[in-house]
């Protein structure tokens, strides 16, 4: 059932069923859970990229589903300068399109889960990850804050404050924050990392947080660099490559800026800010618990001193 917040499309979108008939000629070896795997909201660009193959002289598919957000496709060999541009095109067409209805949509992360959605179907599967049906209703009815005039978190969806209702759902699913007691053995190690990182990035990096992992025993962690805008995926690769060699704790790095942590629901990866802001502990917090300290102060972008490592918005620790 498509969510009351989204307009109804009046053209259904066709079934797996009817796409593996009108183009069984150009699907070789295809299995039945192919197709289930192929999204609902994507049948039109798989039917539409199946025709323009077909028109330009036909090519046989060995595979056409999707997984992690990313339409898969697979053809025989020798085929590749005939269809290559159409698998290329309709590709980049699925990244912006929703896997629920069709829509513009994003690739989101949700967990250890991504897909391509819009804004109400993305907020319907946070719910259904941690409501039954009845009570995502219930939940969609109720006031989006307290206070006059009261407005529902339905109908905020539609509206620009849909980024607070999406916030609000995923706070929903947000794990415990890592313990320091817990990390006490890992404290010099974490402390040497850190270093590392804060002279690889220098005045850009106003802060380091750690993120709550998935592992046993609270070793499968995350560490979130604060960084201002620039080429922050580039920069953290070479830096995560230059880390010591003897460096051995299990751990993940992820950038975000500023401005995604203090707006999660408007920022570019929803869950990992929110997950940062309310759930990372201050790499500054767990070494002054632990009797380490960082460097000298740094300069805050308002040029206040403050711990290098430390949280602008965190409290003492």
Known sequence: MPLATRPHTARP??????LALRHARQLSALSGRGFAGLPRGWHGLSDRLLCATEAAGGARFTRLDAAYGCLRVAFEAG???LVGALVTAAQAEAAVTCERCGGAGLHRRLARRAAVLCMPHFVHLALTESLPPWAVRTWLRAPLASGAPAVSRAAALGSDRAPQVLEQALARLLPPAPRIEALRADA????GVCAHLRRAF???????RLLPGSGPAERHLGLVLELSPGEAEWDAMIAVEALP????W?????????QALAWPGRSADPWLALLARDRGLPVARLLAACGLHGPAATAGPSGAPRAAGGDPGAPAG
Not at 13 to 18: E, H, L, N, S, Y
Not at 202 to 208: F, Q
Not at 250 to 258: K, N
């Open 250 to 258: 299990s751990c993940r790095i992820e950038c975000l800026s500023p």
């Open 79 to 81: 085929e590749r300068d």
């Open 245 to 248: 060699l003897d460096f051995d």
């Open 13 to 18: 979108p066709a079934t797996a069923a009817r």
């Open 202 to 208: 220098g005045a850009r990096l106003h802060g380091l």
């Open 188 to 191: 010099p190690r974490i402390a």
